[in-house]
């Protein structure tokens, strides 16, 4: 629906997302801003990622994923999945520049994962960050050879996908989700 305080979808679909949509959804993969519009809430701190994860299971919906949120600090974003019995947080190391179609390889990843484990919530985040971060640095690295100072244009960081397949298929990461609740 949007990123970074603006939607990409005109604004008036946003009520039937949140009263149509939302309540017949699974799983639901939004990015903070996309939360904080679908429930009217703001999201400063872990207790109110909580509430509106919370929020967004009283729609109906069985797992809620955000897919990163600025309550990390500069270097971290973080991302959290929640079911109505568990959650889990996972800090995300940042790379320096934007990224366009994560939020969608996000959701993919993360499905693939949730079918595949039968519904286990924490590996599923960990799988999908772990190709994630696997993808995004590969991308970062390879834009930084051709422009090696300040901001990279947004054409040079097209997700190098198809280059990291095995890391699709077989993610690896140190990184962990924590239990929150
Ligand atoms: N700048 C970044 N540095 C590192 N990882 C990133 C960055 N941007 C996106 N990602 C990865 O992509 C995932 C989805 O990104 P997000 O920003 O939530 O999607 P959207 O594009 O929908 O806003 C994040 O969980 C993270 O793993
Ligand atoms: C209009 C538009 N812009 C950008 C994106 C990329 O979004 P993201 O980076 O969240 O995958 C999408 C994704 O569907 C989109 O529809």
């Known amino acids: 629906m949007g990123d970074n305080g603006k939607m990409y979808v005109p604004e008036d679909i946003l009520p039937v997302y949140r009263d149509n949509v939302i309540p017949l959804a699974d799983i639901i993969t939004p990015n903070q801003f996309e939360a904080e519009l679908l429930t009217g809430l703001k999201m400063t701190n872990l207790k109110e ?6 929020a967004l299971h009283q ?17 971290t974003m973080i991302g959290i999945a929640s079911t109505p019995n568990e959650c889990y947080k996972i800090e995300i190391p940042k790379v320096d520049a934007c990224c366009t179609g994560t939020g969608d390889l996000f959701a993919a990843l993360f499905l693939a994962w949730h079918y595949k484990t039968k519904n286990d919530v924490k590996l599923s985040l960990e799988n999908t960050i772990a ?11 390879k834009a930084r050879v051709s422009v090696t100072s300040g901001e990279i244009p947004p054409a040079l960081m097209e997700l190098q996908l198809i280059q990291n397949k095995a890391a699709v298929e077989n993610p690896t990461s140190n990184i ?3 239990k929150i609740k």
């Not at 919906?61 to 990163?68: D, E, F, L, Y």
């Not at 994630?132 to 970062?140: A, G, K």
């Open 49 to 54: 990622a909580l509430n509106i994860t919370e």
């Open 59 to 75: 729609k109906g919906v069985k797992t809620v994923v955000i897919s990163s949120s600025e309550l990390g600090d500069d270097t």
């Open 176 to 178: 962990k989700a924590i």
């Open 131 to 141: 190709t994630l971060q696997t993808i995004v640095q590969d991308t970062y690295r």
